[in-house]
């Protein structure tokens, strides 16, 4: 049995959830709000580990030749593990069966602030194969930057 699966129901209770334990990272409420609301309409898949869902990542198709991961969050006691790893190659795979040859992710660019978990965060994309492609500077607020990372997907077998 796989250890990823693809949610139907209760998307954005499940988001909101993992969101909430993840305040580095998911600090702004009215964007938590609004993230949760949009994952409900996308695709959704989940990594199980210890009997419950460890991460979650979000696909939006932008046809006719991406996906984006909108949004992928793994529970804190999953950190390093191996969780977000899957659920990049999972992500990946599904882009590939969708007909897409880029998966994209959008995250917080590096600013004159310490922040080590974005730094972290951005090592991670970087790690799994995604290339920094360009930084939009108020593509969200003119205080959050945002860095367009781009992971072209080789030939797969579904």
């Known amino acids: ?41 996308l695709p959704l898949l989940v990594c199980q580990r210890d009997g419950r869902v460890a991460g979650l990542v979000a696909l939006k198709q932008h046809p006719p030749s991406a996906t984006e991961i909108f949004l992928i969050a793994v529970r804190r006691q999953f950190h390093r593990r191996g969780v977000g790893q899957r659920l990049v190659e999972a992500a990946a795979d599904w882009a590939w069966v969708a007909g897409c040859r880029l998966l994209t992710v959008k995250t917080l660019a590096p600013r004159d602030q310490h922040e080590p978990q974005y730094a972290a965060t951005r090592a991670f994309y970087e790690g799994s194969g995604f290339i920094a492609a360009e930084i939009f500077p108020k593509l969200w607020h003119e205080d959050f930057p945002c860095l367009f990372l781009v992971k072209p997907l080789d030939r797969r077998i579904p």
């Not at 993992?18 to 009215?30: A, G, H, T, V």
């Open 1 to 41: 049995m796989t250890d990823i699966s693809l949610v139907a129901t209760g998307k954005g209770d499940l988001c909101r959830e993992i969101m909430n334990e993840l305040p580095e990272w998911f600090d702004q409420p009215e964007a938590n709000a609004a993230c949760a609301y949009i994952v409900e309409e």
